[in-house]
């Protein structure tokens, strides 16, 4: 018995040197249990410590601050369905890319996904390959009371709980305007930039769709912190963008069309 209550007892030991380990040498991105720090790229806690800010306000205007981005709390949304509830909200102030209108109502997970995202990926990557940093970007709505898929499909949408954030255009230091709706397609440096940034979005969000998943995002990317992680990039074979499909992919043929889909085309931030 003795022997046994040894052994157990060199067990623990071992196991709180290697827990003490981990804590001092691996980065706290890695880290489920540790807070989530906005000024380190994206790692295997990143998704996990986000959304632990979703219902913690305080700690999520306390993460943005720690990276010198100043957010405020925003009012609680109540919409016309019982689906459409905002809760614990922010605005981001200053600090980050400005983003227009500057008035956004977002998530707390959003706001700090937006932050890492803008820093580790979009600014590097407008300097990399435009030549240019951002002094902003234009959004197509974060809050709007609907279902997924322009209010047609049976579950509510992401932007229902502004948990979801558009893009639509790229604003230069230099005065260029870069659109997902002009850009997106061709091999110039315009399209790189829009490409590479929807992957880094992959890395910080859970949801990213653009132009070439399908119609409804011809003009924006969509990026959300809902609960499935889902970045494709072939497109959806019942909702193709003609000319936007990966190098041999095979176009399926032209589909029915739907009675109230007409507007799926629009500038309007019609998404998951
Ligand atoms: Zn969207």
């Avoid at 249990?33 to 806690?45: E, M, N, V, Y």
């Avoid at 919409?79 to 980050?96: D, H, K, L, N, T």
């Avoid at 435009?130 to 949408?157: D, E, H, I, Q």
């Avoid at 769709?209 to 990039?233: K, T, W």
Wanted: glycine share 10%; with cysteine; charged share 15%.
């Amino acid at each position: 018995m003795r022997s046994l209550l040894i052994r157990f007892g060199f067990l623990a030991a071992l196991g709180v040197i290697a827990v003490l380990l981990v804590n001092a040498w691996v980065p706290s991105r890695h880290l489920p249990w540790r807070p989530a720090d906005l000024s380190q790229p994206p790692g295997l806690a990143t998704g996990m410590q986000l959304d632990q800010l979703a219902a913690d306000r305080d700690a999520c205007i306390a993460a943005l601050a720690a990276v010198g981005v100043v957010a405020a709390p925003a009012p609680d949304i109540d919409g016309a369905e019982p689906f459409c509830r905002v809760r614990y909200g922010v605005r981001i102030q200053s600090g980050a890319t400005p983003l227009t209108p500057r008035d956004l109502v977002m998530s707390c997970p959003v706001a700090a996904a937006y932050v890492v995202w803008d820093r580790q990926y979009v600014q590097p990557i407008a300097q990399g390959t435009l030549g240019s940093r951002l002094t902003g970007m234009v959004s197509y709505g974060t809050y709007s009371c609907r279902a997924k898929n322009g209010g047609r499909a049976a579950s509510p949408s992401e932007h229902a709980v502004a948990n979801a954030l558009d893009i639509g255009e790229f604003l230069l230091a230099d005065g260029r305007r870069v659109t997902v709706k002009d850009g997106w397609n061709g091999d110039d440096p315009t399209a790189e930039f829009l490409r590479h940034v929807r992957d880094g979005g992959c890395e910080v969000f859970r949801t990213v769709l653009g132009p070439d998943y399908n119609l409804a995002h011809a003009d924006h990317l969509h990026l959300d912190m809902g609960h499935s992680d889902f970045c494709p990039h072939q497109p959806d074979p019942t909702d193709l963008l003609p000319g936007t499909a990966p190098q041999g992919y095979q176009t399926p043929p032209p589909q029915p069309s739907t009675p109230g889909a007409e507007n799926s085309t629009s500038a309007s931030p019609e998404s998951i």
